[in-house]
């Protein structure tokens, strides 16, 4: 079945720090590709999404790029804010299921 | 863009008692939709779909006589949480699709039984 192997965390940076999550899939055909973040006691907000390889997502200044030969989607950015402090799940979804496989989440703790 | 809500956001029931969730979809038809039950500090477990006018989905494990999942309409589903117990504690999400790739989540609830 489809699974998901994401980075464990917690990872805890310094403001400006750069930020790597570590994602890879394995999944039946070429699903599409999402990271969904989480503050607390709140509901999952898609951050950016990528639907086929080599696709680059992007927002506030996340990256992910959709990478087939090594079944991968890590998130990246340049340089966090402590506003960045949550919880981040790596998400495949294939097509024909219609059902996104969550990661185990990362919990991601920015200091000032 | 798609909105979708949940409610509560918040309750505290006895044990042995029911509660509902609601999960609408604002501004889009919603032909699917999911219930989530989040543990702390852990990923999210897929409980259910739910297909307007037809029966849900359970995910094994799941028992369908203790989480009645109802999609009435193009815009609503409900999980009702019956004979609650303590165990039953958790933060359920519910996620409202509108086409293969739009996937919107609601805020969440998260249910205590005392």
């Known amino acids: 079945g489809d699974s998901v192997t994401q980075m464990e965390g917690p990872v805890t940076l310094s403001e400006e720090a750069f930020l790597t999550i570590n994602c890879t899939y394995t999944a039946t055909g070429y699903p599409s590709l999402f990271w969904y973040v989480q503050y607390p006691g709140e509901g999952l907000q898609l951050l950016l999404k990528?639907?086929?390889?080599?696709d680059k997502g992007s927002n506030k200044g996340f990256e992910a790029t959709y990478r087939k030969e090594t079944t991968s989607f890590h998130l990246e950015k340049g340089s966090v804010q402590v506003s960045d402090s949550a919880v981040y799940f790596c998400?495949?979804?294939?097509?024909?299921?219609?059902?996104?496989?969550f990661g185990s989440g990362t919990q991601l703790t920015v200091l000032p | 863009g798609a909105v979708v809500s949940q409610h509560p956001s918040r309750v505290i029931c006895k044990s042995g008692t029911s509660v509902k969730i609601e999960c609408r979809s604002l501004?889009?038809?919603?032909?699917?939709m999911f219930w989530y039950r989040q543990f702390p500090k852990q990923s999210l477990m897929l409980m259910a779909t739910?297909?307007?006018?037809?029966?849900?989905?359970?995910e094994q494990g799941v028992e369908k006589d203790k989480f009645l999942i109802n999609h009435a309409s193009l815009t609503l589903s409900t999980l009702t949480v019956t004979s609650a117990h303590p165990e039953d504690s958790s933060f359920y999400i519910c996620s409202a699709s509108r086409s293969a790739l739009g996937y919107t989540f609601g805020s969440g609830t998260r249910l205590t039984v005392v």
């Open positions: 990528a639907t086929k390889a080599d």
């Open positions: 501004d889009f038809q919603a032909t699917t």
């Open positions: 739910s297909n307007e006018g037809s029966k849900a989905t359970y």
């Open positions: 998400a495949p979804l294939v097509r024909a299921a219609r059902q996104l496989t």
